[in-house]
């Protein structure tokens, strides 16, 4: 019996594109994990809570699941969420260079060992997470971590060694952790009230009422002129792709490189 296909040219070109269709690549799915070796960079993924005596410290995890709001803001054209935006790039890129330099410095104490060949002290049982984050800059934040978590290591080492004393290897661990605490604070000042440059303009720009709470914002920001260097694209996606940010730790850190800043808060 023949194929009706033939009688039938546009069913014939359907089933001709979907065997196409079917031979395209499908979606891309990939992982990113976090590690770290150092009780101080642990306390940076997940903060602290308020108590009776200390107040809660937003770490990576915090810092993360507010950011997705903002991060959707910008893309629904709140110029405040531009704004936060451009502030939490700035923040990221000073304090990564700041741990930065401090690691080039210890990295040079290293180098003065003459005739010891020595490596930075590793933890046997790194604390290692799975990340699925919203947004590029929460995995900037992971980066910072990352670096953070380099420079103690190297610090601790150095101390070890005798190349550093308590004291100085002690304020380069809590100076660098102070940095990265204050970078995922940038957020703490948002607001999500649900604005767009439409409505602002009806008020003639900065709203009094939203001023109060988050201060004007530049006039190149409020236009939309200037924005942050990444930045999402002005669409509307599902609102179960604004998923929440996901943390999956793999294993402990309870024999890691002991802590020499235990007491502070990191």
């Known amino acids: 019996?023949?194929?009706?296909?033939?009688?039938?040219?546009?069913?014939?070109?359907?089933?001709?594109?979907?065997?196409?269709?079917?031979?395209?690549?499908?979606?891309?799915?990939g992982q990113t994990w976090l590690t770290v070796q150092t009780h101080q960079a642990q306390q940076l993924i997940h903060g602290r809570n308020k108590s009776k005596d200390k107040p809660a410290?937003?770490?990576?995890?915090?810092?993360?699941?507010?950011?997705?709001?903002?991060?959707?803001?910008?893309?629904?054209?709140d110029p405040y969420g531009d704004w936060w935006l451009i502030k939490i790039h700035a923040a990221l890129e000073q304090n990564r260079q700041y741990i930065s330099q401090c690691q080039e410095?210890?990295?040079?104490?290293?180098?003065?060992?003459?005739?010891?060949?020595?490596?930075?002290?590793?933890?046997?049982?790194?604390?290692?997470?799975?990340?699925?984050?919203?947004?590029p800059y929460a995995y900037q934040g992971a980066q910072m971590i990352a670096e953070f978590d380099q420079l103690v290591r190297t610090l601790l080492t150095c101390r070890h060694i005798g190349q550093l004393n308590d004291v100085p290897a002690t304020s380069g661990i809590s100076n660098s952790a102070r940095r990265v605490r204050a970078t995922f604070s940038v957020i703490q000042?948002?607001?999500?009230?649900?604005?767009?440059?439409?409505?602002?303009?009806?008020?003639?720009?900065?709203?009094?009422?939203?001023?109060k709470l988050m201060r004007?914002?530049?006039?190149?920001?409020?236009?939309?002129?200037?924005?942050a260097p990444?930045?999402?694209?002005?669409?509307?996606?599902?609102?179960?792709?604004?998923?929440?940010?996901?943390?999956?730790s793999q294993t402990s850190l309870s024999d890691a490189t002991p802590s020499v800043d235990e007491n502070h808060d990191t």
């Open 216 to 227: 004007n914002i530049p006039e190149d920001v409020l236009s939309g002129k200037r924005r």
């Open 230 to 248: 990444i930045s999402p694209r002005k669409i509307h996606f599902p609102k179960q792709n604004n998923r929440p940010t996901k943390l999956n």
């Open 1 to 29: 019996m023949k194929s009706d296909q033939s009688h039938h040219p546009e069913k014939a070109e359907k089933v001709k594109k979907s065997k196409l269709n079917d031979d395209s690549p499908g979606a891309l799915h």
């Open 189 to 211: 000042g948002y607001r999500a009230l649900g604005l767009d440059r439409k409505s602002l303009k009806k008020t003639g720009g900065n709203d009094p009422h939203v001023s």
């Open 105 to 135: 410095a210890v990295d040079k104490l290293l180098l003065q060992t003459q005739g010891l060949e020595v490596s930075v002290a590793v933890s046997q049982r790194p604390y290692r997470l799975q990340l699925q984050f919203a947004n």
């Open 57 to 77: 410290i937003i770490g990576l995890v915090g810092f993360a699941d507010r950011l997705r709001v903002i991060w959707q803001a910008a893309r629904d054209d």
